[in-house]
């Protein structure tokens, strides 16, 4: 089983910046790759994903503000987050699919990280 190891997360101020990395054990080429968080006390939701062939879907509450991309040669998946808010404070989880398609992203799993805390304060 492939194993995601996200990094980048920290506390930053209301409208600040910070960028997510999730590195893959092993090929994510043929893998549609997503970013989850789960705030305390709060189910796990979709925040963003990215199909095989590069297209990406947001969640409504961070369109316009996060960016998702991938990097298949170095088995790298990353989440750009500007205007930070505070109700984005959460643990964000990478996810791997088991195929290439959003709806794999959705409704199936390969694997989880481990996670990586957000925190968004002034």
């Known amino acids: 089983q492939v194993q995601l190891v996200e990094s980048g997360g920290g506390s930053v101020q209301p409208g600040g910046s910070l960028r997510l990395s999730c590195a893959a054990s092993?090929?994510?080429?043929?893998?549609?790759m997503g970013w989850y968080r789960q705030a305390p006390g709060k189910q796990r939701e979709f925040v963003a994903g990215?199909?095989?062939?590069?297209?990406?879907n947001y969640a409504d509450f961070v369109k316009g503000r996060f960016i998702i991309s991938r990097d298949n040669a170095k088995n790298m998946v990353y989440l750009e987050m500007n205007n930070l808010k505070p109700e984005d404070t959460a643990v964000y989880y990478c996810?791997?699919?088991?195929?290439?398609?959003?709806?794999?992203?959705?409704?199936?799993?390969?694997?989880w990280g481990q996670g990586t805390q957000v925190t968004v304060s002034s």
């Open positions: 092993g090929s994510i080429f043929s893998n549609a």
């Open positions: 996810k791997r699919a088991q195929s290439g398609s959003y709806s794999s992203l959705i409704f199936s799993v390969d694997s």
């Open positions: 990215i199909t095989s062939d590069g297209r990406g």
